[in-house]
Structures are given as C-alpha cells and as structure tokens.
C-alpha cells in the first residue's frame, strides 16, 4: 500500500496524523485472572466479586492458566515472540474502581513481545496491506464500575469487573489516518474472534481502545500525543481520531502546545474533550508483584497453544483463492468474521456431499449463493446468519439440486424465500411446487425440433447470419417447457441443431 | 538524594495521606535521616546481579479455570463482600460522587 | 493440683489426652490469666474467653467419644491481630480496621482450630507489624511482664512486632502463640521475653488470610515456651495452601518425632560480620557460650564469612517499606474500615483524610518511604539496587551453608529496652533488627531461643539460623541450647 495521503489541511498547510492504539480485550475465561469468580456479563452489581476482588485484607491472588493460555495463543495469532518468562507488576494508584489500591499488569516483562498485523483499506483488493508493528501484549486486571447518576451526592462502585483478565495489545504509532485506525481495530477482533481469546463486543465493553494521537508536518518528528480512553467501536475510534487530529491542528495553529494528557470521548457529539479525574499523578510506581512468582513457561504448554490454533483469517483468505478459486473479494468477504467462514465451511462441506462433488467444484457457487443470496435475504429480514432458519446443511440440500440440474438458479431464488418463512427442505418444495426442471434431452429436443419447425423462417435468417435470434429460440423453448427447461441443455441442443 | 518540603508534600499526596504543615516540617529530617542511611547501599558492586525475584527456588503455579470452585477465592457472596463496607447502597459500595 | 498456666503445648495436649485434667479445665485457667493481666499488660486487642471455651468443650467431647485429638488438641492460644478470624475483630493494631469483622478465617489459623487448639484473644501488636518495641499499636503499647532487677519499675518494651504474642507467653497468659515476622518480628520479642519462636522457610506457612505487611517477607510462626512445643504447633501452622501462590508445596515433615539435641556430624557456623563493633560484652559472651554448648552437643563449629551483612539492613528498609506502601493502599475506607469524609470532600478527599486519621506516625512514614523509593526516578537507585543487594545477601548464605549446616549468632543486640527509649529515633528503632533481617531476607528458617539473662535479670537469646527447608536443623540446634541453657527464668507476677 502506499503511504497514507490522508492529510488535514489547515490553514498553515497540511498535518499529518500519526495514531497509536493500546486495546483491551477481554480475555475470554469462566473465571477472573487472579480469583475463582465468574465474569459472565450482566451479573447484579457485586455478585461476581470474591474476598480477593475486593481485596480483603491478606487476600492473595492465584494466576489463571486459561488466561495465560489464551494471551499466548493470541501472541502466536500475530507471530508476536512469546517470553517464556515473564512476570506480573503493581501499577499503583488510588481509584474507587481500582480495590487494591494497585492494578497487577506487566510492565518490565510482558508475556508477548513484538508482532504484526496485517491490514487492508480496500475490500475489492485484499492484498494490498499495510503492516502495523504490535510492541506487546501484556496481561492484567480489569477495574470495576463506577456509577455517577444513580445518587444525588455518591457515586456507586460495583465490582463484578475487577479484576477480570485483559489483554492489552499495544500497537506501534504506524496508523496515519482514522481508517487505517479502524481497519486494524477490525482485523484485530477478528483475529480475536477467530483465535477465540475474546468474544470481540465491543458494545458490552470487551474491547476498548485507548486512543493514542498526535499530529506534525509530513516527514517531521512526531508531535506530543494526547490518550483518548475506552473508545468502544469502530466508529467511535475514527471519529475520536478525526476530532482530536484536528483540535490538535487548531490548537497547533493558533500558536499553542499540546498537552500530552488523557481524554474522554464523548459518542453523542463526536468530540473528545479532558479528563479531570485522571490529571494527577502519573507516577504509577511500577513494582514486581511480591505476592506472585515469575511466570515460568515450558515448551508442553506452549506446544498445546500452538497446536490449537485454528486457521487464521489471512490462511483461510489465501486458501479459499487458491485452492477454491474464490475472487479476492468474495474470500475476504467469507473470512472477516469467523462465524460466516465456519458457516461457509460447513455448506460447502454439505453441498458437495449433497451434489456427489468436490469441495472446489461447488465453492464458487457455494460463495456466490451465501454471499448474494442469503445475505441479502437475511438482511432484509432483519436477522443474522446464526439466526439463519436456512441452515448449512439445508442450504447445501439446495446448492446441490442447483449443481445437479434439478433446478434453476431462478427457482432456487423462489425456493430460498419459502425456505426462509417455513423452514422447510429445498426438496419438499420443490416437489410442491413442482419447479423440478427438466434436463432430459429427449424431451428438450423434441420441445427444440417442434420450435425449429414453426418457426422455419427465423431459422432461415438465423443460418443467414442474424445470430441474435438464437435468444429467440431459446425463449420459444422455454416457454414451451414453462420454463422449466434446463437453460444449459436446452442451449447445447439448440447449438447443436442449429449448426 | 535528599527530599525538601515540596517533595514530601508530593509524596504525601501521591500515598494519599493528608499532613498538616506541621507534619511535614517534622517528616523531612526524618526521612532524609532514612533516606541517607539506606543510601550506603549504593556502595555495594552489583555488577552482574539479578534483582532478587524468588526468595526461595518456586515456580509460579496455575490455577484452572474453574467459578468459585474454593468459596474463599469466589465470587456469590455480595453479602460477605459488603458486609464491612461504611456505605454500601443497594447492593453498591458507595463513594463521594466523582466527576469523570 | 498442678497450676495448669505453667504447662507449655505438650504437657496439655499429652495431659488431655491422658484424662489427666480437661480442656475445658485449661482453657478456664488460661482465661482467668488473660482477664487479670490484661490491664497491666496491654497484651491482647481482644480476649475471646468463649471461643477458647468452645474449642476445649468440642476437644472435650471428642476425648469422651474415643477420638483421636488434634496435634493441638485442648490447647488454647493467642492469635496475633495480624490474622483474619471470621467474626472476630482484626485490627492489625491500626485504627483503620478498627470493628473491621472479616468474613473469613485465615487459612494458618483455621489450621490451628482444626488441629483442636482454641483462641483466647486477639494479640496486641505493632501497627501493620510495624515496629520492634509494640509502641506504634493504636491500641496502646504492650507492657513486657519483665522487669529490671535495678529495683526501678520502668516499663520495658516486649519487642515486637508480635509484642502481644511474647508478652502473652512468657506471663503464662497463653502457652503459645502465634506470630508473625518480615525482619525479625518472631525472634526478637521472643528474645525479649524469654521463650522461643522459629520462623520457618518463606513459603512454609500459608499467607492467606494475614494482614500484609511486606509480601515477599512476611512469614508466620510459632511463639512458645520450648522448642519441643513450637515443633509441635509449626507442625499444626504449615502446609501447602493453593490460595497463596509463594506457598511450598512440599509435605509437612515431622518436627516434633524428628527433635534430637545430637549434632554429632554437624557442622555450625559462626558469622564473622555479626561481630559488630561495639556488641555488647553481655551479648558476645553469650554468643561464646552458645558455641561452646553446641559444641557440647557434639557438632564441629567453624568460621563463615556473610559479607554483605552491614547491607541488609538498609535492603530491608528499602524493600519493606516499598511493598508495604503499596499493601497498605487498599485501607481506603470504601470497602471496610474507617472512613473520614469531610465536609464537601471528593474522593481522593476522603482517601487522604482516612489514610491520615486511620494509620498510626510509624506505618505513614514507611509507607511514604516507600513511596518515594518507588517513585519515579528513583525505582532504580533504590528498589532495583536494594533487590540485587538482596540477591548478594542470599549467595552470602548459600555460600556459607556449602561450609556449615546451621548458623548461630545472637537474636539481638541488646536485651529489652524500655519503653519510649528508643521510640523518637526511628534508626535506632530499626537497628534492633540487625542480626534478624539477613535470613529473613534470604527466606532462610531461623528461630531464637532464650539462653541466659543480662545483669538487669532480663533474658537474652541466641538466634539459629538453618539452610531452606530445614527446619529440622534449625529446632535441634535450638534443643541443644535449650537443654545446656537451663533456662527456667520467669517474670515475677507483678500485675
Ligand atoms: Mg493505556
Ligand atoms: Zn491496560
């Protein structure tokens, strides 16, 4: 990809904005990195929340595998180095959020080191990439929540998040414009997705974005930077990017600093503005955690994580143009979201078993059909493909009476609706209603002949030289057949008898 | 190094404990009293040497992933977790309202 | 009948289980001690005369069925207020948890209960065990129930931090008690008082459920009258807990079957650099006592070198300190404890003003020390720098044990002082730990074991200090002591 163009032009000429993200992922486990209690979403206020999590006087904590697990898996994802020793630090500091009055995280010795990710601006051209640096992913506790409106005078502390296991991904300032931003928070989660180290809800807060921004002439230093905090979506990550860039140009502009400081965004108006509860002390006095052990990792451990790695997107994007002969577009389509490759694997799995075929024989179709069709369809009902009443297996049922000539691509398109209101099987259906085609080439030749025969002078031009009216032809004899006439048979014999 | 007023009173608020002037002219001999006597640490050549980070040879276990599976180290008991607080509210512990 | 308050942990615990005399019988006696003392001596935050009674009711019981009593069974004893008893008051001696009632037990002291001992009270201590003298509790000072022989009547410090503990045990207000010690908070109280204490190797006991003061040293331990009964209850105290990740996981030997006074084949050494200048005569001449009986006892004693010994103490109140202040940040009075909210204060308000109203003069000036040294700019020249020294410190040991099996050295540098003597000076305060940090940074087992009495008629101890994990090396070498000592001095009862 070349360099990002994306410019602001200000009034003294152009800025170029340079952006790093750290986001937190929530890691996906039963239970809390450092205590046995759960972390579904939604619990009432404090009932996930142990002796530990409220740190209790002479609680200690215990560390979590799966938790260590997946943060490895997921350094693995992006070929990031995996220290095998690493350890847990204190980030100490006073919040109502925060019980033990410290943050246990990795500072001095993260469990993943260096990696990278690749991300594309243009969906029709997949490999034209960018690769963003990842510095680290380190492991550590998520806060509580804090309450403001629910009191006139007290804020109210509920503690079900604290300590929850995070990843915090921390990438490299290589993003130069918002949608390079958000394309990388995208591929991200699905890279999260596909690895499963985090569910990716960005709008139950599983993933959060510090936003980190600054501005400079192109090919100069880079300027002072301002941290926006837990920006939740896509969206809401290229509108702090584009705001905050351009109040830094304005503030640039006028003839003042910036302030390197932490932000807030708010999603209503877009903007971003200062955090006055975080202006104080950013001496965090970083410490090894006394009450943990260096975390030690041998090769068993990381073999399994290795070892139980799926796919990835990038893998499965240049499998399914290579060896499924699938456009660019339409494979990056089917692997943006490892629900639809799952689901795209299994109806290519049944359609093929259904038409007696090779998986690749059917893919193209099999790609089209979900990707146009069912897509659209689901769309319009307002539902998604988990919610799909059309399953993989019935939608291969349907895709092969399609490979097998039974039906029309057209009849498909009717049996597909009626699919989708009663659920029903492609077959039933096309029985009922009687959209069976007819492939037969003893019963199309005589329907051809009986065409060619009241319509002699046609033939006559057509053999002339008039090619057009073979359409002509082709429509006499489906309308003889009502239009149940295999289009390919009926075209070969047509061909075959005007030559 | 020796520590002034200024940075005791820095230091104060970055432990969050509030000291009166007072306090703060008596804790500065104090401290640099301190502060200069562990400073002779400064003569021992620690070239090559690790920072302490295990007193005695153990590795770090893990734990399995499993909810509440020792009630001392999980979660259910909102009772017991709020039981000491000085204002727990509706199931919340409550604070003086802070503005983000 | 015998006064069943001058029987230390084995006697009751062979004497219940023989019929000789009940449980209850001397859970009874042992209250009717803690009650009448407790106002001259200030040892207890707590006295908890039902539970003990409860506990020697259900041994008791037990007994009458047939069954096989606890390794602590029918014997009560004191809880350091540094331990979590669910539905007990824990203070740590501060202000700041003051009515703070925990909903759970820490796990040492529920292996106490299940092991059949029964809790009396709970131990005065130093704040945050925060002291070596218990005059920083916010439950006033501990008196030691000795006296000087000057015909003077000036209150003398118990030591501490477990003050409360020592004091306890050597007025016969308890047979033992527990204890806990981060540079030497077992030993030199128990030196102070007259009785013994071992802390065990970093790991052996569970530190679930103790107030923290300094994770990476804090370790409890029994405080006793004889080796034999601290044998007994470290028995009772130790084992691998899976809720403390510095836990060992290693089984609990048996130190009471395994005690034998001959140390023939055993080699003791004698550290070169804890001859300090200016030791007491006292102390030197006890010291050469203490080879010459443990020589007696058969073991070969040789010289050792422990050459950053002058560097452990500053280490200590570099690294104590460190993670002390970041411990202690969760008393923030939002989810137990005091809270001081001023009129119109916010939250970091409210933080500053309970952390100031709730926390005693000494644990804010550790707690600021440690602040500063981890603060920015300064991690480095401090914590880093005290932590290598650390790591030298436990080479020094490891080196020395290539050479000998235990160390012997005193437990303190003086006898007990009085009170309020040294509590203006901070330094001088801390200097009483000199010879007790080293191994409590090393991790190292070490116990103290009274060994004779000063001219003043206040007893003195000698200190044994053994490899990791042999704290079978540690309990002979004290047995040794012990048995050549003879020493059978007790506090006049003057309360
Ligand atoms: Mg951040
Ligand atoms: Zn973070």
């Known amino acids: 990809m070349a360099d990002s163009t994306y410019r602001i032009q200000g009034a003294t000429g152009d800025w170029e904005v340079v952006i790093g993200l750290e986001v937190h992922a929530q890691v996906t486990s039963n239970s809390k990195l450092f205590s046995g209690s759960a972390t579904a979403f939604g619990a009432e206020p404090n009932s996930q929340v142990s002796l530990v999590d409220a740190a209790m006087p002479g609680m200690l904590p215990v560390l979590n595998r799966e938790c260590i697990r997946q943060a490895v898996r997921t350094g693995m ?139 400079r002439r192109p090919g100069e230093e880079f300027g002072t930077r301002t941290e926006t905090k837990n920006v939740n979506s896509v969206r809401f990550v290229m509108q702090a990017i584009e705001h905050e860039a351009n109040r830094q140009v304005d503030v640039l502009e006028s003839g003042g600093k910036i302030v390197q400081e932490t932000r807030l965004f708010d999603p209503t108006s877009g903007t971003t503005r200062s955090m006055r509860s975080k202006e104080d002390a950013h001496d965090y006095r970083y410490f090894p955690d006394p009450d943990l052990l260096p975390l030690e990792l041998d090769d068993a451990f990381l073999e399994e994580c290795r070892a139980s790695l799926p796919e990835l997107p990038d893998a499965k994007r240049h499998r399914y143009e290579n060896e499924l002969g699938l456009s660019p577009y339409n494979a990056g389509v089917l692997t943006a979201e490892v629900e639809t490759a799952r689901w795209f694997e299994r109806l290519l799995a049944e359609t093929a078993k259904a038409a007696g075929k090779q998986p690749a024989e059917v893919a193209k179709q099999a790609a089209n059909w979900l990707i146009s069709e069912l897509f659209g369809a689901l769309n319009k009902l307002g539902t998604s493909l988990e919610e799909s009443p059309v399953t993989p297996e019935k939608g291969g049922d ?13 009849a498909a398109k009717q049996v597909l609706e009626i699919m989708l209101e009663t659920g029903e099987d492609a077959g039933v259906i096309v029985e009922r209603e009687g959209l069976k085609q007819e492939s037969d080439t003893g019963a199309i030749e005589a329907e051809v002949d009986k065409v060619l025969a009241a319509n002699a002078d046609k033939v006559e031009q057509y053999k002339a030289g008039k090619e057009a009216l073979f359409g002509f032809f082709v429509g006499q004899t489906m309308k003889a057949m009502k239009g149940k006439g295999n289009p390919q048979v009926v075209n070969e014999i047509l061909k075959a008898k005007l030559a | 190094m020796s520590v002034d007023t200024a940075t005791v009173a820095k230091i104060a608020s970055l432990a969050r404990i509030k000291v009166s002037e007072q306090e703060l002219e008596a804790m500065v001999p104090e401290l640099n009293g301190i502060l200069a006597w562990v400073e002779q640490l400064g003569e021992v050549d620690v070239t090559g040497v690790e920072p302490m980070t295990a007193v005695i040879p153990n590795k770090l276990r893990l734990r399995d992933d499993v909810i509440d599976a020792d009630p001392l180290t999980g979660g259910n008991r909102r009772d017991a977790v709020l039981a000491n607080a000085p204002a727990a509210e509706h199931g919340f512990f409550g604070v003086p309202k802070v503005i983000e | ?174 047979p033992a008690a527990t204890g806990t010690d981060t540079g030497g908070s077992i030993r030199q109280p128990a030196a102070f008082t007259g009785i013994t204490g071992i802390k065990p190797t970093y790991g052996r006991c569970s530190r679930w459920g103790i107030v923290a003061f300094a994770s990476s040293l804090d370790q409890a331990g029994p405080m006793a009258r004889d080796t034999r009964d601290c044998a007994i209850m470290l028995e009772a105290m ?115 003003a309970t952390r100031a109203a709730g926390f005693g003069a000494e644990v804010k000036r550790r707690i600021l020390i440690g602040t500063y040294v981890l603060s920015a700019g300064f991690y480095d020249a401090y914590y880093t720098q005290a932590q290598k020294v650390r790591t030298l410190i436990s080479q020094d040991f490891a080196k020395a044990f290539e050479e000998c099996d235990v160390i012997l050295a005193p437990t303190t540098p003086t006898a007990s002082f009085a009170l309020g003597e040294k509590s203006d000076d901070p330094l001088s305060m801390y200097l009483n730990d000199v010879f007790s940090v080293p191994a409590s940074l090393a991790g190292l087992p070490a116990m103290s074991v009274p060994a004779g009495i000063n001219r003043e008629g206040l007893p003195l101890g000698l200190q044994v200090i053994g490899k990791a994990f042999d704290e079978q090396g540690v309990l002979n070498a004290g047995l040794a002591i012990e048995q050549r000592a003879g020493f059978t001095a007790k506090p006049a009862k003057w309360w």
């Not at chain 1, 349907?398 to 057209?410: C, E, F, P």
């Not at chain 3, 691998?240 to 990740?245: E, L, M, N, R, V």
């Open chain 3, 238 to 352: 130790a084992g691998f807990d899976p809720k403390d990740s510095t836990s060992l996981d290693m089984p609990v030997p048996q130190w009471e079957a395994g005690l034998s006074a001959d140390l023939k084949g055993k080699k003791v050494g004698i550290p070169r650099e804890y001859s300090m200048d200016g030791m007491d005569a006292e102390i030197a001449a006890l010291w050469d006592q203490g080879v010459a009986w443990l020589k007696d006892a058969g073991a070969e004693v040789v010289e050792i070198s422990l050459p950053h010994t002058k560097y452990a103490l500053p280490a200590y109140y570099i690294i104590a300190p460190a993670e002390a202040s970041s411990n202690l940040a969760r008393y923030d009075g939002v989810r137990y404890g005091l809270r001081d909210l001023p009129d119109g204060a916010n939250l970091q308000d409210m933080y500053a």
């Open chain 1, 77 to 215: 994802a992006i070929e990031a180095q995996i220290n095998k020793w690493s350890r847990f630090d204190r980030k100490n500091y006073f919040y109502a959020d925060l019980p033990q009055g410290y943050q246990i995280s990795q500072l001095y010795h993260p469990l993943v080191g260096e990696g990278s990710i690749e991300i594309a601006l243009d969906d029709k051209n997949p490999e034209d990439t960018k690769t963003i640096g990842i510095e680290r992913i380190h492991v550590e506790q998520d806060a509580g929540k804090l309450m403001h409106d629910q009191h006139p005078t007290m804020s109210y502390v509920d503690l079900n998040r604290s300590g929850v296991a995070l990843m915090e991904i921390v990438s490299r300032p290589d993003m130069r414009s918002p949608a390079e931003a958000g394309a990388y928070v995208s591929k991200l989660r699905t890279i999260l997705r596909y690895v499963g180290s985090c569910d990716g809800n960005m709008d139950q807060g599983s993933m959060r974005c510090d936003v980190n921004v600054s501005v």
């Open chain 1, 398 to 410: 349907l895709l092969a009476l399609i490979a097998k000539g039974t039906i029309s691509g057209s």
């Open chain 3, 1 to 174: 009948m015998t006064d069943l308050t001058e029987l230390g942990v084995a006697q009751i615990r062979d004497g219940v289980a023989g019929g000789e005399f009940t449980a209850v019988e001397v859970a009874e006696a042992f209250n009717a001690n803690v009650a009448a003392a407790q106002d001259a001596l200030n040892a207890f935050i707590v006295t908890t005369p039902d539970a003990a009674i409860d506990a020697a009711k259900a041994t008791d019981a037990k007994r009458a069925k047939g069954e096989a009593l606890g390794k602590m069974g029918g014997v009560p004893i004191g809880m350091k207020d540094l331990f979590a008893t669910r539905g007990v008051q824990t203070t740590a001696a501060s202000h700041i948890l003051e009515g703070f009632r925990p909903e759970y037990e820490s796990t040492v002291s529920q292996k106490l209960w299940d092991a059949g001992a029964g809790m009396l009270g709970k131990l005065n201590l130093d704040q945050f065990a925060m002291g070596s003298s218990n005059e920083t509790s916010y439950f006033g000072n501990v008196i030691s129930p000795w006296r000087r022989n000057d015909g003077g009547n000036a209150a003398l410090a118990p030591g501490g931090s477990s003050g409360g503990s020592s004091a306890a045990v050597s007025a016969r207000l308890c």
